[in-house]
Nanobody, 119 residues
Framework: QVQLVESGGGLVQPGGSLRLSCGVS????????????MGWYRQAPGNERELVAG???????TYADSVKGRFTISASSAENTVYLQMNKLKPEDTAVYYC?????????WGQGTQVTVSS
């Protein structure tokens, strides 16, 4: 059972930045070796949960079109933490952000962290 704990959310003005962190209970190095992918998703009220950014076990990085050039996902094996650096935030980025770890039918989620972009 992989446990994920997000932090770093909050209220920020449009154009501002936030960095989200996802603490992983297992070794990211080991999870990658077993084929696990790591990612960040978000869900705004009334919307379905959507992929924001992901890193496959082969270190292939993908981003939603809406965040390309503004968000950066990274993973630290030394810290067992996955980060999401969010720059140039927009009101439409407001959502609950979730960390995910997945391999086949093994699908783990954090509890989520709220990001609100508003002036």
């Amino acid at each position: 059972q992989v446990q994920l704990v997000e932090s770093g959310g909050g209220l920020v003005q449009p154009g501002g930045s936030l960095r989200l962190s996802c603490g992983v209970s297992e070794s990211i190095y080991s999870l990658n070796a077993m084929g696990y992918a790591m990612g960040w998703y978000r869900q705004a009220p009334g919307n379905e949960r959507e992929l924001v950014a992901g890193i496959s076990s082969w270190k292939i990085v993908t981003y939603a079109d809406s965040v390309k050039g503004r968000f950066t996902i990274s993973a630290s094996s030394a810290e067992n933490t996955v980060y999401l650096q969010m720059n140039k935030l927009k009101p439409e980025d407001t959502a609950v952000y979730y960390c995910n770890c997945r391999q086949g039918n093994n699908d783990y989620w954090g509890q989520g962290t709220q990001v609100t972009v508003s002036s």
